[in-house]
């Protein structure tokens, strides 16, 4: 019997600090889950409209002007040119495609699924669904000597990082794309927080993507990278986000995704492609999360945590060194809720992660309360 048992959903744990948090005289500020506050560009929502009057079945491949449009914005945005619509395909969301791609690729028991040290929790939960087994992989030399039983068959990758805003560089990302090649391993980027740089020069450029040229060689074959616009566009609702890459490995996500019924619904694909036909109001997006975050920065630091990477995304990961939960009490008798590093594995004990996911009334007091 596969066992395919889940870990207790990390978010219930924060309940009584949520409570404790709430109690606040001046109520609570909710640092703790990355979902945006702001409101889905008015654009956004007319072309949702537009579109409302959808009688038929979507076709899980996506309509031409979706696929057109994501291969318009991979050469725009971030620099990989030439993308055909066949090596591409919309996703009801970025969440359900990270736990379920083990189970699109035919993974199984006694296969294993390399992840990041400090992961976003759903990377395991897709090996554990697929009955395969998830691997810290700290470098590419931590596996030790390879043969078939640990060889992973398929990398996760995350840049910018979820919870550490940690940015992989083109020619760390050359080295695991030649690294894979020679071991015949799948790597799947998750890169929804590209658009997010907060690096010196970096501003309004896109992080590096496992499909730019100088990373696959203009090759994409064993690759995949993953995408969403809830956090660019504040479409977390409408579940807008696609997978890209290698051509055959698309097919084979498709068919299965055929089978299971997992269609975009249409009006959330027209949706989809004017937001990724418009830039100014990323840009416009962008620069208010960078206010909000040079006010939090300031106030973490002042409040004694010392932030670690957090050069790119919507979160400082920061720490006292100390045991995160102490952190996070501490926090909790201020009215802030964070989350707790330990929720991204063994290697976050010591952080805890800050979105800078509230409105700018809120990150203010904070601020004040630090």
């Known amino acids: 019997m596969?066992?395919?048992?889940?870990?207790?959903?990390?978010?219930?744990?924060?309940?009584?600090?949520?409570?404790?948090?709430s109690a606040h005289s001046d109520?609570?500020?909710?640092?703790?889950?990355?979902?945006?506050?702001?409101?889905?560009?008015?654009?956004?929502?007319?072309?949702?409209?537009?579109?409302?009057?959808?009688?038929?079945?979507?076709?899980?491949?996506?309509?031409?002007?979706?696929?057109?449009a994501i291969c318009d914005w991979f050469a725009r945005r971030r620099g990989v040119p030439g993308l055909d619509p066949a090596q591409v395909l919309p996703t009801i969301g970025s969440k359900e495609l990270v736990a379920w791609l083990p189970t699109f690729l035919g993974l199984g028991p006694g296969d294993i699924v390399g992840i990041p040290a400090v992961a976003y929790p759903t990377y395991d939960v897709g090996?554990?669904?697929?009955?395969?087994?998830?691997?810290?992989?700290?470098?590419?030399?931590?596996?030790?000597?390879?043969?078939?039983?640990?060889?992973?068959?398929?990398?996760?990758?995350?840049?910018?990082?979820?919870?550490?805003?940690?940015?992989?560089?083109?020619?760390?990302?050359?080295?695991?794309?030649?690294?894979?090649r020679e071991h015949g391993v799948v790597v799947a980027s998750d890169e929804c927080y590209a658009e997010l740089d907060w690096r010196p020069g970096q501003l309004g450029r896109a992080t590096p993507s496992i499909l730019h040229p100088d990373v696959s060689g203009g090759d994409h074959t064993g690759l995949l990278s993953v995408y969403s616009l809830s956090k660019q566009s504040n479409l977390a609702g409408y579940r807008a986000?696609?997978?890209?890459?290698?051509?055959?490995?698309?097919?084979?996500?498709?068919?299965?995704?055929?089978?299971?019924?997992?269609?975009?619904?249409?009006?959330?694909?027209?949706?989809?492609?004017?937001?990724?036909?418009?830039?100014?109001?990323?840009?416009?997006?962008?620069?208010?999360?960078?206010?909000?975050?040079?006010?939090?920065?300031?106030?973490?630091?002042?409040?004694?945590?010392?932030?670690?990477?957090?050069?790119?995304?919507?979160?400082?990961?920061?720490?006292?060194?100390?045991?995160?939960?102490?952190?996070?009490?501490d926090f909790a008798d201020r009215g802030i809720l964070v989350a707790p590093g330990s929720f991204y594995g063994p290697a976050g004990a010591q952080h805890v992660r800050i979105a800078l996911t509230a409105t700018d009334e809120r990150v203010r007091a904070a601020s004040t309360r630090l």
């Open 127 to 180: 090996a554990r669904l697929a009955g395969a087994t998830a691997v810290v992989v700290q470098s590419l030399t931590s596996l030790g000597p390879l043969t078939r039983a640990t060889t992973p068959k398929l990398l996760w990758l995350n840049s910018p990082g979820n919870p550490n805003g940690q940015v992989l560089g083109v020619e760390h990302l050359a080295k695991v794309v030649a690294w894979a």
């Open 27 to 68: 109520g609570l500020v909710d640092l703790s889950v990355g979902t945006p506050v702001d409101p889905t560009p008015e654009f956004v929502r007319r072309a949702l409209a537009e579109a409302a009057d959808a009688p038929g079945y979507p076709l899980t491949i996506g309509t031409p002007e979706v696929r057109e």
């Open 241 to 329: 986000a696609f997978v890209a890459g290698d051509a055959d490995l698309i097919a084979q996500v498709r068919e299965v995704r055929k089978h299971a019924g997992m269609m975009m619904p249409a009006p959330i694909q027209h949706a989809m492609a004017a937001a990724l036909r418009d830039d100014p109001h990323v840009a416009e997006q962008r620069d208010t999360y960078g206010l909000r975050r040079e006010i939090l920065l300031e106030a973490v630091q002042r409040a004694g945590l010392r932030i670690d990477h957090s050069d790119a995304g919507l979160y400082l990961w920061a720490t006292r060194e100390e045991d995160c939960w102490t952190t996070v009490s």
């Open 2 to 21: 596969i066992d395919r048992s889940l870990p207790d959903f990390p978010w219930d744990s924060l309940a009584p600090y949520k409570a404790r948090a």
